[in-house]
Nanobody, 116 residues
């Protein structure tokens, strides 16, 4: 079982930055694929970024060049650095993990609100 706790959300003006963190429990963190999803009101949950156990990364088209996912296997933490934020980035952001794909374990979510 893996427990995930997100932090770092908040209210920011358009063009600003936020850094989300996701702290994971367990001794197998380094073996897990990690991901950040988001869900805006009335929309489906979408994968924003993911990072494999080996460090390979994936980004959704809407965040490429603006967001960066990284992981610290010593601190069992995955980060999402979000720059040049837009109002359309407003959503609840969820951290997820899995041995193959990041969708087996989920955090409780953290709200990100970008004002125009």
């Amino acid at each position: 079982q893996v427990q995930l706790v997100e932090s770092g959300g908040g209210l920011v003006q358009a063009g600003g930055s936020l850094r989300l963190s996701c702290a994971a429990s367990g001794r197998t963190f380094s073996r897990y694929a990690m991901g950040w999803y988001r869900q805006a009101p009335g929309k489906e949950r979408e994968l924003v970024a993911a990072i494999s156990s080996g460090g390979s990364t994936y980004y959704g088209d809407s965040v490429k060049g603006r967001f960066t996912i990284s992981r610290d296997n010593v601190k069992n933490t995955v980060f999402l650095q979000m720059n040049s934020l837009k109002p359309e980035d407003t959503a609840v952001y969820y951290c997820a993990a899995g041995p193959q794909q990041p969708h087996d374990y989920w955090g409780q979510g953290t709200q990100v609100t970008v004002s125009s």
